[in-house]
């Protein structure tokens, strides 16, 4: 039998991977300019999916987990209920979202803010139920949803595009139906909320608030240091560069989905590797970077010289430019790959403020430089945004790395 650790993974896999496949295949037959509104309309939807995160889910998984908390069972239907509530504050704000995008860069259809708005509370409903399952370490159920979810939206997705014209409105409302049947089949989790009481309602509110302040923060940072050049990008360049630009991020996925698994593993071994001294902790990254460096390196090395090959293959002629792009994306994605072994590293001996800096650095860089490096660079300008956001992130990290004796800067 699969450990629960595998099984994560192999879950994360398989979501990513969807979700991977399924931007291909999108991209592929809406063209640059709509799947450039479709990228900005998803980024603001996963923007406040980040707020939903440090407000609902995370403290779930941290506040949640704790032996009375599991015993009585209120705090998951506390949680439901705050769900509830931010679904309440999220509609207006989504939808606030929408028309800013829709007045200040490209027209968007009443229908496509209508069915992005359902599937984003859906997405958001589902994503609660799946920490829940986590938490309730019924892990092999999250697989079987999440197999079904994706295996029915990749399903629907392809056999409409293949005998009609695929839209941003109709993929939206193709993706929906599979979201609603696992939040269908969960329904339990809405089940005798009242008894959650009043008192303790207020008192644990109190606690989630102040737990999900700092990530709140941090996701508001993010945004502001990272997403918002592809805003900027799409407003003096045009709607397509956003889709070009998405489509040519989209080539490097699978390596983010990597990134994105190592966070399953790593942090664990980390504490492991710490506990036997920071000596054997700087050989485990070491080792790591080797280990996990050299595949990525390599594949890095491929796609950077077949990019065009590569882009043409996947989207077709109308991307051909992306190509360019791909490059720019390659090295932006091994300074990623850096970013996230050291993140871990300094999570693990809890030098939080390297990487707060890092952040924050980020951000005043991106505040103050997009609208003039993509003014006057148009797609040049945009790239090397991006590659400054991870170079910056990435030094007050290796300056603590540094410390340790293991690189000299």
């Not at 399952?133 to 399903?155: A, T």
């Not at 790593?266 to 050299?294: D, H, V």
């Amino acid at each position: 039998m699969m450990s629960s650790a595998k099984i994560s993974i192999l879950t994360q896999a398989t979501t990513s991977g969807a979700r991977f496949f399924l931007g291909l295949i999108l991209a592929r037959e809406l063209g640059p300019e709509a799947f450039g509104l479709y990228t900005m309309l998803w980024l603001a939807v996963l923007f406040l999916n980040s707020i939903h995160t440090s407000f609902i889910t995370q403290p779930l998984m941290s506040i949640g987990s704790q032996k009375n908390n599991i015993a009585n069972n209120r705090y998951i239907k506390l949680t439901v209920l705050h769900q509830l509530i931010f679904l309440l504050i999220l509609i207006p704000c989504l939808l606030v979202f929408f028309f800013g995008i829709d007045y200040f860069i490209g027209d968007v259809a009443w229908q496509v803010m209508a069915l992005a708005t359902l599937y984003a509370i859906g997405y958001y409903l589902y994503e609660l139920i799946r920490k829940i399952l986590f938490l309730e370490k019924r892990i092999g159920r999250v697989f079987i949803l999440d197999s079904l979810v994706n295996g029915i939206s990749l399903c629907f997705v392809l056999l409409y595009a293949s005998y009609y014209e695929l839209t941003i409105a109709n993929y939206f409302l193709l993706l929906l139906f599979p979201v609603c049947l696992a939040v269908v089949l969960e329904y339990r989790i809405f089940v005798k909320l009242a008894e959650v009481g009043k008192d303790y309602f207020i008192k644990k509110t109190r606690e989630s608030y102040f737990f999900g302040a700092p990530l709140f923060h941090t996701a508001l940072t993010q945004f502001f240091s990272s997403q918002i050049t592809l805003y900027i990008a799409a407003l003096i360049i045009g709607v397509a560069a956003a889709g070009e630009i998405g489509a040519a991020r989209n080539i490097l996925g699978l390596l983010f989905v990597l990134f994105m698994a190592f966070e399953n593993f790593m942090p664990i071994q980390a504490n492991y590797a710490y506990e036997k001294g920071i000596n054997s902790l700087n050989k485990y990254f070491i080792n790591s970077f080797i280990k996990f460096g050299t595949p990525i390196i390599l594949i890095c090395v491929a796609i950077f010289f077949f990019s065009k090959e590569i882009v043409v293959f996947v989207y077709g002629v109308d991307y051909l430019y992306a190509s360019e792009l791909v490059r720019w994306f390659v090295v932006i994605h091994m300074l990623m790959f850096v970013n996230r072994l050291l993140t871990i590293y300094c999570r693990t001996l809890a030098l939080g403020a390297a990487i707060k800096l890092g952040g924050v650095m980020s951000l005043v860089m991106s505040l103050a430089l997009s609208y003039p490096l993509i003014f006057y660079f148009n797609y040049e300008g945009a790239m090397l945004i991006m590659l400054m956001q991870q170079i910056l992130i990435l030094l007050p990290m290796l300056k603590k790395f540094n410390q340790n004796g293991i690189v000299k800067i």
